[in-house]
């Protein structure tokens, strides 16, 4: 699993350091590329010549080689690792990262990454508990980065608690499972579609709906984590989505949306469609604003396509097609009414009568059936977990 894998060790100025170079033979031995960086103050801890032996690569510390006056390139470097740990990390460190410093070239080379990056803080008992490093944990956090959190034992100031460094043993299982869940859907294609379509009625006016296009986004996010190359066609939000392998193309109206994904979908391999798209559309949107003064008392409105069924309609047998229902009735029967009509593989239904579920909230409740006559709930959870458990499904489906 870790054959070839290239993984940088970004190592700070904590005592815990000494634990890294048995991280490096674990990793070393099932074939996997490491470089370590350190930070000026981390080479008072454990010996670069220990580091670069054990990593047959030179340790990088400074910006420039004083020897031959050439410079290191924290872009190449973040862009070469297939993912980023940092152990340990300490106070200093963590709250440069978290505020976006970047004087030294292992920040630089954070700031620049677009892999995965795992950290793992060591520091003394009151440091660890302090409301700053609180603070700090959550704000990396919300950048994705992973916490591996510290654990309790004796601290090297003699004191008991938490705050030292995870085993190596441990870490080195956490980044080996990161790696074998990365390559679960390699190679595999994927297109979903999110957020709502707004139809024009003139320039400035539109026909739409009150999604935000989180659970479709986070759900893109979840396919990318396995590995899958995702197509998102994301209809009129303002939220920005830069991820590798994740292919954004943004929409409007539901015909747009209808063109992308027919033209995506016979090369993809799973489709999850969770845009709200509008079912009508004024037929014939004015072309400049439509004045007060000419009073409009209709809008003559016609359907917009049915994606999901036309791709429902296209489904070859290698294909797995996944659809949302928004119920607010009736909703186990209507769900499963579209599951067959549509010639899905999987439904997700959304009640709008549970509490904290549907659309603008940070959290969603859904229930799954496939054709095959399961029924799986996933209860009230933020949606990017609930985005994980629905490909988790798919993928147990498959
Ligand atoms: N959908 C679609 N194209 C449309 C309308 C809906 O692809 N023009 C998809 C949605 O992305 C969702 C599923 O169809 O995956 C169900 O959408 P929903 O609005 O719940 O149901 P409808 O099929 O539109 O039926 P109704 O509005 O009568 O409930």
């Not at 978290?98 to 009151?126: E, K, Q």
């Not at 460094?165 to 499972?177: K, M, Q, R, V």
Request: glycine share 6%; aromatic share 6%.
């Amino acid at each position: 699993m870790l054959k070839g894998k290239k993984i940088i060790i970004g190592i700070t100025g904590s005592i815990a350091a000494y634990k890294i170079p048995f991280l490096v033979r674990l990793l070393k031995k099932q074939g996997a590329e490491v470089q370590v960086i350190l930070t000026p103050f981390a080479k008072d801890f454990v010996t670069p010549l220990t580091l670069s032996t054990l990593t047959e690569k030179p340790v990088l510390i400074d910006f420039f080689n004083e020897k031959d006056g050439s410079w290191c390139s924290h872009i190449e470097l973040g862009l070469w690792a297939d993912l980023i740990l940092l152990a340990p990390l300490s106070a200093n460190t963590m709250a440069k990262m978290a505020n976006g410093i970047a004087d030294n070239l292992l920040l630089t080379t954070v700031l620049s990454a677009r892999c995965p990056v795992y950290f793992a803080p060591a520091m003394d008992l009151d440091m660890y508990k302090h409301p700053s490093t609180h603070e700090n944990i959550k704000k990396l956090k919300s950048f994705a980065y992973k916490l591996i959190e510290p654990v309790e034992g004796e601290l090297a100031s003699g004191l008991k608690g938490v705050g030292r460094l995870e085993e190596p043993e441990i870490i080195f299982d956490i980044l080996s499972d990161a790696f074998a869940e990365s390559d679960t859907l390699k190679g595999k294609h994927v297109l979903i579609t999110a957020g709502p379509t707004h139809e024009p009625i003139d320039p400035v006016r539109f026909i739409g709906n009150h999604s935000t296009g989180k659970m479709g986004i986070e759900i893109a996010r979840a396919f990318a984590n396995k590995g899958a190359t995702v197509n998102l066609v994301l209809g009129s939000v303002s939220m920005s989505i830069d991820e590798p392998n994740i292919n954004v193309m943004q929409v409007q109206t539901a015909e747009e949306m209808y063109e992308q994904c027919v033209a995506l979908f016979p090369d993809v391999n799973i489709a999850v469609l969770s845009a709200a798209v509008a079912d009508f559309k004024p037929s014939k949107p004015a072309n400049k604003k439509i004045k007060k003064e000419k009073s409009v008392s209709t809008i003559k409105l016609e359907p917009t396509p049915d994606i999901l069924a036309e791709l429902g309609k296209q489904k070859k047998n290698d294909q797995i097609l996944v659809g949302f229902a928004l119920e607010t009735d009736n909703e186990e029967a209507n769900a499963i009414k579209k599951l067959n009509n549509k010639n899905l593989d999987m439904i997700v239904l959304n009640s709008l009568n549970d509490e904290g579920a549907g659309f603008g909230t940070a959290t969603n409740k859904v229930t799954i059936f496939t054709k095959n006559g399961s029924k799986t709930e996933i209860p009230l959870k933020t949606k990017d977990k609930v985005a994980r458990d629905i490909v988790d499904q798919i993928i147990a489906f498959i």
